[in-house]
Antibody
Framework: EVQLVESGGGLVQPGGSLRLSCAAS????????MHWVRQAPGKGLVWVSR????????SYADSVKGRFTISRDNAKNTLYLQMNSLRAEDTAVYYC?????????????????WGQGTLVTVSS | NFMLTQPHSVSESPGKTVTISCTRS????????VQWYQQRPGSSPTTVIY?????PSGVPDRFSGSIDSSSNSASLTISGLKTEDEADYYC?????????FGTGTKVTVL
């Protein structure tokens, strides 16, 4: 069974740091690009970051650029999101998602599956 | 960056058909593929449509997707509504290294 399990969320003060993990199983992790998507309480989905299959290329939403770092360990089948200088507006459920490339495309595809999410709350 | 705008909510009775629109603010809707995700209360999103109109295995053919260049929008149509279809639905597309999600539509089955 293809599965993604996030961990590492919690309560952190503004300006603090947190590292999220996403453990993958049931598929060849090293063959897939991976993404992080977040959802503030009662709000919609917002793309955060992506990493290519070997970790050599990353991309970020403007709102987190310079503060968040995505990485992966293919030997451990694990995706990470290092979050620094956290702000109240970063409060959200963070989902990791596998990216399935559309046949013939280099960067377009769809997110599936998604993990169950991990809640990050930034508050004093 | 562009935005994808959806109606806030739609409601219909079981057995009926609903259509959710997703309008792109700038750039052509046809220039990048559109995906649709279903998020039931308390659950993670799942894919119902990818590549504009393709259904993943396991998604019933009651779900269909389309693109309309004249209105610069994509649409998700759910026919034969069931109570289990009650959920939030999000469109999603891509441009210039950014993956953009729509504002989301709450579907209520009366």
């Amino acid at each position: 069974e293809v599965q993604l399990v996030e961990s590492g969320g919690g309560l952190v003060q503004p300006g603090g740091s947190l590292r999220l993990s996403c453990a993958a199983s049931g598929f060849t992790f090293s063959s897939y690009w991976m993404h992080w998507v977040r959802q503030a309480p009662g709000k919609g989905l917002v793309w955060v970051s992506r990493i290519n299959s070997d970790g050599s290329s990353t991309s970020y939403a403007d709102s987190v650029k310079g503060r968040f770092t995505i990485s992966r360990d293919n030997a451990k089948n694990t995706l990470y999101l290092q979050m620094n200088s956290l702000r109240a507006e970063d409060t959200a459920v963070y989902y990791c998602a596998r990216f399935n490339l559309i046949l013939g495309e280099l960067v377009q595809g769809w997110f599936d599956p998604w993990g169950q999410g991990t809640l990050v709350t930034v508050s004093s | 960056n562009f935005m994808l705008t959806q109606p806030h909510s739609v409601s219909e009775s079981p057995g009926k058909t609903v259509t959710i629109s997703c309008t792109r603010s700038s750039g052509s809707i046809a220039s990048n593929y559109v995906q649709w995700y279903q998020q039931r209360p308390g659950s993670s999103p799942t894919t119902v449509i990818y590549e504009d109109n393709q259904r993943p295995s396991g998604v019933p053919d009651r779900f269909s997707g389309s693109i309309d260049s004249s209105s610069n929008s994509a649409s998700l149509t759910i026919s034969g509504l069931k109570t289990e279809d009650e959920a939030d639905y999000y469109c999603q597309s891509y441009d210039s290294s950014n993956h953009v999600f729509g504002t989301g539509t709450k579907v209520t089955v009366l």
